[in-house]
């Protein structure tokens, strides 16, 4: 379904037969919506969240591309996430196995302008899909379609904003015991002690080289998000806490204790790219009752 959201931006509207959904907007290819069975938002969106570029979609799952944070000469996480995409006239062809699933193919191309301060020529193909149970899967291709004979160097995430009842209620699973280079110190390399990881104050991690699965467990709702990752070796763990929160003006003062960002990520080491080459990298998240779950 493809209709207009806020400003008039387009974007599509993927259902499932039990009512799950999920919203993407043209704008950033970016998922601002994801609803389980019962309607529930499960992404943070804020209040403030300002639909117009060039500012990002504080929500959601933000696409990081071709630069994760500041590290580099672009902008602050990329520019694929304040880019207009467009739905892909020629998209990969789906595997057939299960029919059941409502998919969008949206693609970004290197535009004269972006060549300027990235010149590389590149398509990036995002496959959105709402699977039967509702889970949310992101698969991203991205070609290097350079004709100059020249590689290009990337760092990548899917910046995905989980809603949660109360942040410090919440559990991350399978990060413990990981080295991660802290963004709140100079990016030093520190190692993440044996415990699952809780929250009591501003967090701005890079796990490196992670499991492929990763939980978050919001005691209070009794719901665990999982998050299943392929060609993404990091993780990134945020939340601005209250003093960051303030700072941000897109972001309500109240609202770092309602989400948590886990993203699946390429930073410590660049995907790097010859002519013809492609990448991908994969996202899956689900949520699911945790009221069987003992791990307490
Ligand atoms: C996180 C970074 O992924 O994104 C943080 O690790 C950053 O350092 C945060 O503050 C939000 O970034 P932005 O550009 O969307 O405000």
Same mark, same amino acid.
């Given at each position: 379904?493809?209709?207009?959201?806020?400003?008039?931006?387009?974007?599509?509207?993927?259902?499932?037969?039990?009512?799950?959904?999920?919203?993407?907007?043209?704008?950033?290819?970016?998922?601002?919506?994801?609803?389980?069975?019962?309607?529930?938002?499960?992404?943070?969106?804020?209040?403030?969240?300002?639909?117009?570029?060039?500012?990002?979609?504080?929500?959601?799952?933000?696409?990081?591309?071709?630069?994760?944070?500041?590290?580099?000469?672009?902008?602050?996480?990329?520019?694929?996430?304040?880019?207009?995409?467009?739905?892909?006239?020629?998209?990969?062809?789906?595997?057939?196995?299960?029919?059941?699933?409502?998919?969008?193919?949206?693609?970004?191309?290197?535009?004269?302008?972006?060549?300027?301060?990235?010149?590389?020529?590149?398509?990036?193909?995002?496959?959105?899909?709402?699977?039967?149970?509702?889970?949310?899967?992101?698969?991203?291709?991205?070609?290097?379609?350079?004709?100059?004979?020249?590689?290009?160097?990337?760092?990548?995430?899917?910046?995905?904003?989980? &809603?949660?009842?109360?942040? /410090? $209620? +919440?559990?991350?699973?399978? @990060?413990? !015991?990981?080295?991660?280079?802290?963004? =709140?110190?100079?990016?030093?390399?520190?190692?993440?002690?044996?415990? &699952?990881?809780?929250?009591? /104050? $501003? +967090?701005?991690?890079?796990? @490196?080289? !992670?499991?492929?699965?990763?939980?978050? =467990?919001?005691?209070?709702?009794?719901?665990?998000?999982?998050?299943?990752?392929?060609?993404?070796?990091?993780? +990134?763990?945020?939340?601005?806490?209250?003093?960051?929160?303030?700072?941000?003006?897109?972001?309500?003062?109240?609202?770092?204790?309602?989400?948590?960002?886990?993203?699946?990520?390429?930073?410590?080491?660049?995907?790097?790219?010859?002519?013809?080459?492609?990448?991908?990298?994969?996202?899956?998240?689900?949520?699911?009752?945790?009221?069987?779950?003992?791990?307490?």
């Amino acid at each position: 379904e493809h209709c207009k959201g806020v400003n008039g931006i387009d974007k599509v509207i993927l259902r499932e037969v039990r009512g799950c959904s999920a919203e993407v907007y043209l704008y950033g290819g970016q998922v601002t919506s994801w609803k389980n069975e019962y309607r529930e938002e499960l992404l943070f969106v804020s209040s403030k969240a300002i639909f117009k570029p060039p500012k990002a979609i504080r929500g959601g799952i933000p696409i990081c591309f071709p630069q994760f944070g500041n590290q580099g000469s672009l902008e602050q996480h990329g520019f694929a996430r304040n880019r207009l995409w467009s739905i892909d006239p020629d998209p990969p062809p789906f595997p057939t196995n299960n029919p059941n699933k409502a998919f969008i193919d949206l693609i970004l191309k290197h535009s004269e302008e972006d060549m300027k301060i990235w010149p590389h020529r590149y398509e990036f193909r995002l496959r959105i899909t709402l699977g039967p149970g509702g889970d949310l899967m992101l698969t991203s291709r991205i070609r290097n379609t350079n004709t100059d004979g020249k590689s290009f160097a990337f760092t990548f995430a899917y910046h995905t904003y989980f &809603a949660v009842s109360d942040i /410090s $209620e +919440v559990r991350v699973e399978g @990060l413990e !015991t990981l080295d991660y280079l802290d963004n =709140l110190k100079d990016k030093v390399r520190f190692t993440e002690q044996g415990d &699952a990881i809780t929250f009591e /104050s $501003e +967090v701005d991690k890079v796990y @490196l080289s !992670t499991p492929t699965k990763i939980a978050i =467990l919001d005691h209070e709702r009794k719901r665990t998000f999982v998050l299943r990752k392929d060609g993404l070796p990091d993780a +990134v763990v945020w939340n601005p806490w209250d003093k960051k929160a303030k700072a941000m003006p897109d972001f309500g003062d109240d609202e770092y204790k309602h989400m948590l960002c886990v993203e699946a990520a390429c930073v410590e080491k660049p995907i790097i790219l010859k002519p013809g080459e492609e990448w991908r990298g994969r996202q899956e998240i689900s949520a699911v009752p945790s009221s069987y779950c003992s791990g307490q």
